[in-house]
């Protein structure tokens, strides 16, 4: 069995080739069961999240363990740990192991990304990225494979963090990436708004979202927290990247089913449906999408094998 470290993943890794790489496993046969998703409380009273990520094909197996834990950013931590194992379907033998932290941060942007070839506007110009954290550094490197942006800015609560890492993303050659203060603002001016919290409330209000945005949701990862408010959701046309994950798992709609607000049954597509054309996607200029992730396994197979093929 090969253990790969995260210096191998980064000489690997291409956004394009990632994105290339969920397509190409979201049009494909595979069986991904309901992940186990179990919460826990720590010494200090804390509660953390335990998932457990299965998927697999004709010829492979994948098993993701993730720990959440949303009080280590105070302790300069990241918030989730990961650990990824590849198995030979057939046989059961161990083909490999990584380091998923890297590995999910990477593949979740870059499912947003190929979330947006279908629901963002061809002449989308301005993405706003929320948040500073491991995630958010993908999202403006995933999200410019697929829409040519002029103007990046980023917003995070932890003002320090979020110039670092405008800083980083213009060592990097992104030079139309800025920092903002005033995320209102931020948000009226967004053609695309891709958001990566560990918020618990809502900071996206739906009255500041302007028609014909695309609005990208990552970070609520529980039933009881949520990025935007019941606005965001009423003014928007559904996606998800699973309706079992994201109705179930994610308050962002959980919330507004249990208010009666949100009838699962409105959503639109999810991510398989769109990529395999069952759903077109946008159908209007004016049209407000909303695309909820909340991680998919076969996500993270697609990822390892990329992986895999390239050692």
Not at 144 to 173: F, M, T
Not at 290 to 299: C, N, R, T, V
Request: charged fraction near 25%.
């Amino acid at each position: 069995m090969k253990i790969i470290d995260n210096k191998i993943i980064d000489a690997i890794f291409g956004y394009e080739k990632m994105v290339k790489a969920l397509h190409q496993i979201f049009i494909s046969k595979f069986t991904m069961p309901l992940r186990h998703h179990h919460f826990y409380s720590t010494e200090s009273g804390e509660e953390n999240a335990l998932i457990l990520m299965p998927a697999w094909t004709d010829k492979y197996l994948g098993c993701k363990q993730v720990i959440v834990a949303p009080k280590n950013s105070e302790k300069n931590l990241p918030a989730i740990h990961a650990l990824y194992t590849l198995f030979d379907a057939e046989t059961g033998e161990p083909l490999l192991q990584l380091d998923a932290s890297k590995l999910t941060s990477i593949r979740t942007a870059c499912t947003s990304a190929l979330a947006a070839k279908y629901l963002a506007r061809k002449d989308a110009n301005n993405l706003l990225v929320i948040g500073s954290g491991s995630v958010a550094h993908h999202l403006v490197q995933a999200h410019s494979v697929i829409r040519n942006y002029n103007e990046i800015n980023v917003w995070a609560r932890n003002k320090e963090k979020g110039k670092q890492l405008v800083e980083k993303l213009k060592d990097s050659g992104y030079h139309q990436v800025n920092f903002i203060d005033d995320l209102e603002q931020g948000i009226r001016n967004a053609d695309v708004i891709s958001s990566a919290t560990l918020s618990k409330e809502p900071i996206i209000k739906g009255e500041w979202i302007n028609e014909g945005c695309h609005l990208d949701l990552i970070g609520s990862h529980t039933p009881f927290t949520r990025e935007a408010d019941d606005e965001a959701i009423m003014k928007s046309s559904i996606f998800v990247d699973s309706r079992e994950g994201a109705l179930h798992e994610t308050g962002e709609l959980a919330i507004p089913i249990s208010k009666r607000i949100l009838d699962p049954g409105n959503v639109k597509a999810d991510i398989v449906e769109l990529c395999k054309e069952l759903f077109p996607g946008r159908t209007d200029e004016k049209e407000i999408t909303l695309f909820k992730s909340a991680g998919l396994a076969i996500e993270d197979l697609a990822a390892a094998l990329l992986v895999y093929e390239s050692v």
